[in-house]
């Protein structure tokens, strides 16, 4: 049974500080793992998807990689602005199943 | 290109009542999956459906069921509402598990 955690659960940064976010799962035979945004009441908006046979993704000042051996994905920002403040969710399928398991997530607040 | 849609985006129901939630997937993609969301949680799977059936389901009781339709989109029915079904209900969409999902705003239920 996977199982998806996330740390810290909440983060605040000065502006243009560079910061991790760390997701860990139990279930290493994944077939990808999949990182989203998620502002306040709103729904989940899909940042970054990396594939099972891909250790890292990069879109803009995103970077995440992913380390199955070790049941682990980090996100890293670069340079945070006010506009990063918000909730982000790592997600990684169950094992033998279509049920994707969310971690609680990391809520993050830059300061200006 | 129309992201995943869903209505309504509010609503308040009673205690007892029956619901029902639209979910229209991105197009392209076939496959629908239903989230529960509760204030500070990560979302919780409720069931996939995938072909008009459902192929896979979490550990939700029967009186959350669902449908999909031939033209992919779907919708959530959810009897005798308690005051903890009360959530954020989030549909995502997907051409393929390995390809990641896309969710939609989500629709904000409030159990009274």
Known sequence: KQEVTQI?????VPEGENLVLNCSFTDSAI???QWFRQDPGKGLTSLLLIQSSQREQ???????????SSGRSTLYIAASQPGDSA?????????????TIFGAGTRLFVKA | DAGVTQSPTHLIKTRGQQVTL???????HDTVSWYQQALGQGPQFIFQYYEEEERQRGNFPDRFSGHQ???YSSE????ALLLGDSALYLCASSPGSVY???????????VV
């Open chain 1, 8 to 12: 810290p659960a909440a983060l605040s």
């Open chain 1, 31 to 33: 077939y990808n793992l």
């Open chain 1, 58 to 68: 990069t879109s803009g000042r995103l970077n995440a990689s992913l380390d199955k």
């Open chain 1, 87 to 99: 909730t982000y969710l790592c997600a990684a399928p169950n094992t033998g199943g279509f049920k």
């Open chain 2, 22 to 28: 639209r979910c229209s997937p991105k197009s392209g």
């Open chain 2, 69 to 71: 339709f031939p033209n």
């Open chain 2, 76 to 79: 959530l029915n959810v009897n």
């Open chain 2, 100 to 110: 990641g999902y896309t969710f939609g705003s989500g629709t904000r239920l409030t």
